[in-house]
């Protein structure tokens, strides 16, 4: 007789949890509408010129487009 109570009893919570839910999920909707929503539009990167990428600052990338061997930053030989 005991666990048909207690089965009955969870029943009825979990129904009434249910039809709380239901009754606030268009506040919810509403909530995450505007969460959802991005703040601005990302940022693109510039398109890639002679001179390099405008707003990019790849040291490496830098380095290795200089003129003169010794600026461009290479590593050490290692058989040395």
């Not at 995450?32 to 990019?56: C, F, H, N």
């Amino acid at each position: 007789m005991v666990p048909r109570l207690v089965l009955s009893g969870l029943l009825a919570l979990a129904a009434a949890g249910a039809g709380i839910a239901y009754a606030n999920a268009p506040s919810l909707d509403i909530r995450t509408a505007d969460a959802l929503m991005p703040s601005e539009p990302p940022v693109l990167l510039a398109p890639i010129t002679q001179a390099g990428r405008k707003g990019w600052e790849c040291k490496p990338e830098q380095a290795a487009a200089t003129a003169e061997r010794r600026e461009a930053m290479l590593p050490g030989d290692p058989a040395k």
